[in-house]
């Protein structure tokens, strides 16, 4: 059973627009990692989400958790063809804090 | 340039084939994994190592055959594959195996094609 989901699932836009991507669960998160995959590479960390509510920014990048810690969102302003890529929310499951990852959010942004 | 280094980065093999995949950190981390990938999907776990110890596996076929002679190094062995099992692999450690702490550097990953 997918615990995660990501939506949408693709997106491709132009150079300039803003875009939100959304990562929720059924059950409450005790912490979300949000990371970006390029083509042919692993994925590598944007930030971690760990108190209800919080707000982080990596420059053009805002990243919400929500108050129930259910719910994530990445918004990214005045896209660039350089955020390019996957897009993937990531939950620790279990007391040991295994990874597992949503489906992915696949952007395209065209110059 | 990634901290996590896998070799190689690319592998065609036949299914009557014994090939392995390697993974080697030199962060001092103590928690190893491997990943699978299919085209478009998200990274899949297979395995976890801690502390060199097989600890976690996700009911991930025998052909797929783990091993960590040591803390730095975490290799993957392939016999007998199927063509379904192409996928990008990627292995990735941590410092904190513990939750709320557990931040994966991944490497680069093993593009692995089986004919």
């Known amino acids: 059973t997918q615990l995660l989901e990501q939506s949408p699932q693709f997106l491709s836009i132009q150079e300039g627009e803003n875009l939100t991507v959304y990562c929720n669960s059924s059950?409450?998160?005790?912490?979300l990692q949000w990371y970006r995959q390029e083509p042919g590479e692993g994925p590598v960390l944007l930030v971690t989400?760990?108190?209800?509510?919080e707000v982080k920014k990596l420059k053009r990048l805002t990243f919400q958790f929500g108050d129930a810690r259910k719910d994530s969102s990445l918004h990214i302003t005045a896209a660039q063809p350089g955020d390019t890529g996957l897009y993937l929310c990531?939950?620790?499951?279990?007391?040991?804090?295994?990874?597992?990852f949503g489906k992915g959010t696949k952007l395209s942004v065209k110059p | 340039d990634t901290e996590v280094t896998q070799t190689p980065k690319h592998l065609v093999m036949g299914m009557t084939n014994k090939k392995s995949l390697k993974c080697e950190q030199h962060?001092?981390?103590?928690?190893m994994y491997w990943y699978k990938q299919k085209a478009k999907k998200p990274p899949e776990l297979m395995f976890v190592?801690?502390?060199?110890?097989?600890?976690i596996n996700e009911s991930v076929p025998s052909r797929f055959s783990p091993e960590c002679p040591n803390s730095s190094l975490l290799n993957l062995h392939l016999h007998a594959l199927q063509p379904e099992d192409s996928a990008l692999y990627l292995c990735?450690?941590?410092?904190?195996?513990?939750?709320?702490?557990?931040?994966?550097?991944f490497g680069a990953g093993s593009r692995l094609t089986v004919l």
């Open positions: 990735a450690s941590t410092t904190n195996r513990r939750a709320g702490a557990n931040v994966l550097t």
């Open positions: 059950s409450v998160f005790s912490s």
């Open positions: 989400v760990v108190t209800g509510g």
């Open positions: 990531a939950q620790e499951r279990g007391s040991q804090g295994n990874l597992i």
């Open positions: 962060m001092g981390h103590r928690a």
């Open positions: 190592y801690s502390y060199e110890k097989l600890s």
